[in-house]
């Protein structure tokens, strides 16, 4: 069972680089924090299109020996965080097929909210699948179209399904990205040191590869990429934006900028939007690392109570072989969070995270807090409760075990046995991120169940 919620996934493109396969390897390694169950990378070379994947981190996957089997100017690569579909190797992108027109390979981050329909029709046709993804859905609706170029074919094909997606398709000589309609998941555009393109799912991947931002891939919009031309835009969709808000919440790294505005900087106002509406007396404001941090800064500047890092965090924990008994996840928690004994014995310490999702977590942290000295421990949560499940490409425990969905405020500062608990609301969180309170362009239905699609 899931602890907290994760992104399902990151997706990169490269195009019209001599070494695109190493920039699609360095680029997921910038966006390893949404997905770490398996990666992979397709190239092209203008004759066949190359494909290596397999369960693990980008790291384990690739080496230098296979990034050399990659040839070709172009690529795609992925990283993957189950949502759908099993965790299984066939389940790893990109999606590698061989059909009429040729070879092509996808990777897609979100989720089809219409896939299983889509899916039963192309069984009734005929189609075959392989894994569980929906993902497989895109390669039997372009295989399958009537058109006679690919361009007509995704075309076709993207016109069939719902939900969230934003797409890279690569054949032997072509790419194209494609985002849906309401722009759930991130895609943005920049330009390589020698002339070339990359399209990923965050800025940090052009950071690490010397690349300049451009744009962000509009919502409805499909961008072809061939050799010696601009990327041409065709607006396949009407743009009707609804950003995944939690993105700013917890997903994307706090150096990226994301549906066109810096994390860190809306990170930060979260925490100062929260010391506005939630005051408590205290001595210091720590954070739950990492994702706290940015707004327990916010927090400690707009309250004028002293940040500390009163925890510190081991980033060398993995998953334990150890029978997982009350007192081994204790332990386990102890092994990935240390507290500051010195700093923290005696005070009055609010502790700052992101979300609260089961719980748990957040009570042994406090528990561990109180047996290091601190003689108080307020929480404070820089986002809303979260009620209700994604169906949008994030792994999110079922509304059974969502706490907020079950118990009050006060019933769950109880169960994580803080001295007070206090969210940030939802038009507080739309301010933090320059938005008004009447601003429909963001989707919020893990904090209020008004799902979109």
Known sequence: MRENMNEKCAVVGIFGHEEASKLAY???????????????????????????????????????????????????GHTRYSTAGDDSILDAQPVFARYDLGEM?????????????VRNRLIKRGAIFQTFMDTENLIHLIAKSEKDHLLDRIIDAVQ?????????????????????????????????????????????????????????????????????????????????????????????????????????????????????????????????????????????????????MGIMRNHYIGRTFIEPTQEMRDLKVKMKLSPMTDIIKGKRVIVVDDSIVRGTTSRRIIRMLKE????????????PPTTDPCFYGVDTPSKDNLIAANMST????????????????????LRSVNAAADD???????????YIV
């Open 372 to 383: 290091a000295g601190a003689s108080e421990v307020h929480m404070r949560v820089s986002s």
């Open 105 to 117: 390979a996808i990777v897609h981050n979100g989720n089809l909210t219409n896939a299983e329909e």
């Open 160 to 308: 069939k399904i719902e939900g969230a997606f934003s797409l890279v398709f690569l054949s032997r000589t072509k790419m194209f990205a494609m985002r849906d309609r309401f722009g759930f998941r991130p895609l943005s555009l920049g330009r390589l040191p020698n002339g070339g393109y990359i399209v990923a799912s965050e800025t940090c991947a052009f950071d690490l590869v010397g690349a300049t931002f451009i744009r962000d891939v509009e919502p409805g919009e499909l961008l072809i990429f061939e050799d010696k031309k601009e990327p041409i835009s065709i607006k396949i969709f009407e743009p009707t934006p609804k950003h995944c808000i939690f993105e700013y919440v917890y997903f994307a790294r706090p150096d990226s900028s994301v549906f066109g505005q810096s994390v860190y900087e809306t990170r930060k106002n979260m925490g100062k939007e929260l010391a506005l509406i939630e005051p408590v007396e205290a001595d210091l404001v720590i954070p739950v690392p990492d994702g706290g941090v940015p707004a327990a800064i916010g927090y400690a500047q707009a309250s004028g109570i002293p940040y500390e």
């Open 440 to 450: 429909d362009n963001y989707c919020t239905a893990c904090f209020t169940g008004k």
């Open 26 to 76: 360095f680029s997921l390694h910038a966006l390893q924090h949404r997905g770490q169950e398996a990666a992979g990378i397709s190239s092209a070379d203008g004759e066949k299109v190359h494909t290596i994947k397999d369960r693990g981190l980008v790291m384990k996957v690739f080496n230098e020996e296979n990034l050399k089997t990659l040839k070709g100017s172009s690529a795609i």
């Open 410 to 429: 006060q019933g769950i500062c109880d169960y994580i046995e803080a001295d007070s608990l206090a969210y940030l609301d939802e038009a507080s969180l």
